[in-house]
């Protein structure tokens, strides 16, 4: 398994403004992800983060919104950019190992937008 | 893209008993079904997985079943205690983590 820790673990926010999100692991890890999970609902794919390149975005979530970076294979960030109440929800990162398969989550960031 | 689909929503049984949900997916090219157990106001911890060229795995009073032709999976807990109780979500992985995750049991153990 790997040690996950997420900053903020929540935040109150106005909505038309950006919040960044972190995830630091405790060792270095090819694959990382984010995701997004609504209160009482399931965990949602945002994106896949890739080192040394774009992130790789699922249906619905686009950069300009959900903009990813990961500059080492031990961290990532995930921006919500213009904010709106629509994004209150929980976000995860999680990384994953046996190419992706094997995934443990990070505490989450809870996100309330006013 | 694919679709996973989790049955029953909501799932309350006696201390001692067992609980079985289950999972049904749409794309065939799915091969790893992991199942998450979420507790109130804390991370999904993954508590059991099965690959496509498995049919069965078993990890104490956790098993998994696969039935690849049908596309179905299930979580079977026996022997149920009251810290069983959480929601648990199945998931589909197609390739390279892409993951599509059920809408999650909630499971209720009364004492």
Request: neutral net charge; glycine residues 6%; hydrophobic residues 30%.
């Amino acid at each position: 398994s790997a040690v996950i820790s997420q900053k903020p673990s929540r935040d109150i926010c106005q909505r038309g403004t950006s919040l960044t999100i972190q995830c630091q692991v405790d060792s270095q890890v090819t694959m990382m992800f984010w995701y997004r999970q609504q209160p009482g609902q399931s965990l949602t794919l945002i994106a896949t983060a890739n080192q040394g390149s774009e992130a790789t975005y699922e249906s619905g979530f686009v950069i300009d919104k959900f903009p990813i970076s990961r500059p080492n294979l031990t961290f990532s960030t995930l921006t919500v950019s213009n904010m709106s109440p629509e994004d209150s929800s929980i976000y995860l990162c999680s990384v994953g190992l046996d190419r992706g398969n094997t995934q443990y989550f990070g505490p989450g960031t809870r996100l309330t937008v006013l | 893209g694919e679709n996973v689909e989790q049955h029953p929503s909501t799932l309350s049984v006696q201390e001692g008993d067992s609980a079985v949900i289950k999972c049904t997916y749409s794309d065939s090219a799915s091969n790893y079904f992991p199942w998450y157990k979420q507790e109130l106001g804390k991370r999904p911890q993954l508590i059991i997985d099965i690959r496509s060229n498995v049919g069965e795995k078993k990890d104490q009073r956790i098993a998994v079943t696969l039935n690849k032709t049908a596309k179905h999976f299930s979580l079977h807990i026996t022997e149920t205690q009251p810290e069983d109780s959480a929601v648990y979500f199945c998931a589909a992985i197609l390739n390279a983590g892409k993951s599509t995750f059920g809408d999650g049991t909630t499971l209720t153990v009364k004492p």
